[in-house]
Antibody, heavy 116, light 108 residues
């Protein structure tokens, strides 16, 4: 059974860092790009970024709002992708979702709260 | 920055056809994806690559695209179709992706 699970959210102070994880199972994780999408409380969906499969260079793309502060990496041997968030701002508060390429399977979301 | 524009809300009676539009300058050259999101849940893909429907998803949902506008059509809308709907696509470069602002569908 294909599963995608987000984890690692929590409360963090402005300016600090946090890493959230996306764990996939039931499929060949390395064959798929991994997307990150977020949703601030009461707001719409916002694309954060993605990492391509290694077969396509394993490169990343990011939204302008997070470029230079967020990075994405992957460990295909473990079936995990990571969203590293540095220099966090209050406006980064959101539920963070990951999904595999094609958007057919999503994690349940993990809440990141940036607050003093 | 690139934008996709959707109407904030659409309202229909049960059994009517609901149409949700999404406009963007790059749509003549780029695919559109549509997502359904019900309260407190993760998004669900309902249409991909403009017109394709994921296997097992209701045939009442269809997609089309012409020029700078894509349309999600829900035929015979039902109360359980009430949700927020988002379009998603990329700019001309293919490096930056964006969601539309979302459309709340009400079936009353």
């Amino acid at each position: 059974e294909v599963q995608v699970v987000d984890s690692g959210g929590g409360l963090v102070q402005p300016g600090r860092s946090l890493r959230v994880s996306c764990t996939g199972s039931g499929f060949i994780f390395g064959d798929y790009a991994v997307n990150w999408v977020r949703q601030a409380p009461g707001k719409g969906l916002e694309w954060v970024g993605f990492i391509r499969a290694k077969a396509y260079g394993g490169t990343t793309e990011f939204a302008a709002s997070v470029k230079g502060r967020f990075t994405i990496s992957r460990d295909d041997s473990k079936g995990i992708a990571y969203l590293q968030m540095d220099s966090l701002k209050i406006e980064d508060t959101a539920v963070y979702y990951c999904s595999r390429d094609g958007f057919d399977y999503w994690g349940q979301g993990t809440l990141v709260t940036v607050s003093t | 920055s690139y934008e996709l524009t959707q109407p904030p809300s659409v309202s229909v009676f049960p059994g009517q056809t609901a149409r949700i539009t999404c406009s963007g300058d790059a749509l003549p050259k780029k695919y559109v994806y549509w997502f359904q999101q019900k309260s407190g849940q993760a998004p669900v893909l309902v249409i991909y690559e403009d017109i394709k429907r994921p296997s097992g998803f209701s045939e009442r949902f269809s997609g089309s695209s012409s020029g700078t506008m894509a349309t999600l059509t829900i035929s015979g809308a039902q109360v359980e179709d009430e949700a927020d709907y988002y379009c998603y696509s990329t700019d001309f470069s293919g490096h930056y992706w964006v969601f539309g602002g979302g459309t709340r569908l009400t079936v009353v």
